[in-house]
C-alpha cells in the first residue's frame, strides 16, 4: 500500500477523530467503520471490521492507561464487567449466523432514544461521583452489565462505548468521567475477543491498521487530556453529541429502505 495514497491519508485523520472521540466518550465506530467502507468498498467486511478493531484497541488501550494514571479507576466494578464482555462477545459473534440484525436495530434506536432524553431530563445525572453497590451486589450487576453490553457488541457493535457510559452512570452512581474511563477497560475486552477471531482467520489489513492504530493512539491523547482537563459536564454533552449522531444512524438504516 502506498503511504502517500490518498484514501490512506484520508482514514488516518479519521482514525485520529475518531480515537479522540472514544477517548472522551466512545463512538469512534461510528466515525471509522463508515469510512473503511467508504474508501474501501470492494474488501470484504471481516476485513474491514478487522482492520477496524485492530486500530481501535490500541487507542483505547492508550486512553485506558492514561485515565488510570489521573484518576482512581474502579477496578471492583469494571474488571469483572470486562472479563464478562470478553466472554460473551463470542455469543455475540455467533449469534449473527441465527439472529438477523435488523430484527434488533428497532430495539436499539429505542434504547438510545431513552438514554439521550434520560440524561436531557436529569440534569445532574453524571455530575457526582458516589457509587451505588458494593460486595455481592456489585459483582453481580458488573457481570451482567458486562455480558449484555458484550455479547452487543460482539454482534452488534455501534454505539457500545456510549451504552456503557449511561450503564455505568444510571447503575452505579459514576460520574462521567469515572464511567468513561471504566467503558475503555471493557471496550478493550470486547475488542480483544474480536481480534482472536478476525487476525488468524486473516481479516485484516495490516498496513493499514497499523496506520491507522498510530493515529487512534494519536486521538486518543488529545481526547483524553479534553475529558480529565474539563471533567464530567464536558463529556456528558459529547455524549449527547454522540448519541444524537448515533439516533441520526440507526434512523436513517431503520426507516430509510421503507421509504426508498
Request: net charge positive.
Amino acid at each position: 500500500m502506498d503511504l502517500l495514497d490518498p484514501g490512506l491519508l484520508i482514514l488516518v485523520g479519521i482514525a485520529f477523530l475518531a480515537g479522540g472521540v472514544d477517548a472522551v466518550v466512545g463512538g469512534g465506530g461510528l466515525i471509522q467503520i463508515p469510512a473503511l467502507f467508504a474508501v474501501h468498498p470492494g474488501e470484504s467486511p471481516a476485513t474491514l471490521f478487522g482492520t477496524n478493531k485492530c486500530a481501535s484497541v490500541v487507542g483505547t488501550a492508550n486512553a485506558t492507561w492514561r485515565y488510570a494514571r489521573q484518576i482512581r479507576m474502579p477496578w471492583r466494578t469494571i474488571l469483572p464487567a470486562a472479563c464478562a464482555a470478553f466472554l460473551l462477545s463470542y455469543l455475540g459473534a455467533a449469534a449473527v449466523a441465527w439472529l438477523p440484525k435488523d430484527a434488533v436495530r428497532p430495539l436499539i434506536l429505542a434504547l438510545l432514544v431513552f438514554a439521550a432524553v434520560y440524561t436531557l431530563k436529569k440534569k445532574d445525572f453524571g455530575t457526582s461521583h458516589r457509587p451505588a453497590h458494593s460486595g455481592h451486589r456489585e459483582l453481580a450487576y458488573a457481570i451482567l452489565l458486562g455480558g449484555v453490553i458484550g455479547f452487543y457488541d460482539g454482534f452488534f457493535g455501534p454505539g457500545t462505548g456510549s451504552f456503557l457510559v449511561f450503564l455505568f452512570v444510571r447503575f452505579f452512581g459514576f460520574d462521567f468521567l469515572h464511567a468513561s474511563a471504566g467503558a475503555k477497560v471493557v471496550n478493550v475486552a470486547t475488542n480483544l475477543a474480536a481480534l482472536l477471531y478476525f487476525v488468524p482467520n486473516g481479516y485484516v489489513l495490516p498496513v493499514l491498521a497499523g496506520a491507522m492504530a498510530v493515529a487512534n493512539v494519536s486521538g486518543s491523547v488529545a481526547g483524553t487530556w479534553l475529558a480529565l482537563k474539563h471533567g464530567s459536564e464536558f463529556i456528558r454533552k459529547v455524549f449527547l453529541i454522540v448519541v444524537g449522531a448515533l439516533i441520526l444512524k440507526f434512523s436513517w438504516d431503520t426507516f430509510a429502505p421503507a421509504l426508498i
